[in-house]
Nanobody
Framework: QMKLVQSGGGLVQAGGSLRLSCAAS????????MGWFRQAPGKEPEWVAS????????YYADSVKGRFAISRDNGNYSLYLEMNNLKPEDTALYYC???????????????????RGQGTQVTVSS
């Protein structure tokens, strides 16, 4: 079992920044493709960003590209999401998770894997 414990988040004005952290324990964190997902009230969960096990290739949803940055520190078993220029539509419950990558009709898709953090609320006021 890998346990993921999140910190960060909160309330920020539009245009502001927040940083989310996710601390891992248990299974070898460095072996997993990791990512961040979010779910707004009344909406389906949405993939936000993923990062390869080594911390090399990163992937972003179009809605956050250029504003969010995912990173990891395998030595400290940690995953991060730096969020800049936040918009009201970024308001959601954010959670870190291990990630499953699939190719559907030639398109790369990311899904929540077996391990998931407890979630942290991000609220962006206009």
């Amino acid at each position: 079992q890998m346990k993921l414990v999140q910190s960060g988040g909160g309330l920020v004005q539009a245009g502001g920044s927040l940083r989310l952290s996710c601390a891992a324990s248990g299974r070898p964190f460095e072996a997993y493709l990791m990512g961040w997902f979010r779910q707004a009230p009344g909406k389906e969960p949405e993939w936000v960003a993923s990062i390869s096990p080594s911390g090399g290739p990163t992937y972003y949803a179009d809605s956050v590209k250029g504003r969010f940055a995912i990173s990891r520190d395998n030595g400290n078993y940690s995953l991060y999401l730096e969020m800049n220029n936040l918009k009201p539509e970024d308001t959601a419950l954010y959670y870190c998770a291990s990630v499953i990558r699939r190719y559907i009709r030639g398109e790369m898709r990311f899904e929540t894997g077996e391990y998931r953090g407890q979630g942290t609320q991000v609220t962006v006021s206009s």
